[in-house]
């Protein structure tokens, strides 16, 4: 059975960092394609950021891009959100999700096992 536990959310200032985990059982992240994700009230779930399964490479949302950095520890089967420069408007429920395909997507379609989710809040 997959199993995702994030961690790592709270409260923080803007411009403040904060690094959320996601602990992964039942399948080994190094070889999965592996999704961050954000959802605030009212809005729909969506893209942050994702290990896309080809040789390490990263994609990142336009609106994190040069903020957030995404790492994950093989041994620990852990991968990591480092969120820095923190906004307003980065607040938001985040996910870790799996995706059931071989072939990369930023659709949460693609995602079929997702964690419990963290909220981040950032007050201005």
């Known amino acids: 059975q997959v199993q995702l536990v994030e961690s790592g959310g709270g409260l923080v200032q803007a411009g403040g960092s904060l690094r959320l985990s996601c602990a992964a059982s039942g399948r080994t992240v190094s070889s999965s394609i592996v999704g961050w994700f954000h959802q605030a009230p009212g809005k729909e779930r969506e893209f942050v950021a994702a290990f896309t399964g080809g040789g390490g490479t990263i994609d990142y949302a336009d609106s994190v891009k040069g903020r957030f950095i995404m790492s994950g520890d093989n041994a620990k089967n852990t991968v990591y959100l480092q969120m820095n420069s923190l906004k307003y408007e980065d607040t938001a429920v985040y996910y870790c999700?799996?995706?059931?395909?071989?072939?990369?997507?930023?659709?949460?379609?693609?995602?079929?096992?997702w964690g419990q989710g963290t909220q981040v809040t950032v007050s201005s």
């Open positions: 999700a799996l995706s059931g395909s071989s072939w990369y997507s930023r659709s949460t379609d693609r995602y079929v096992y």
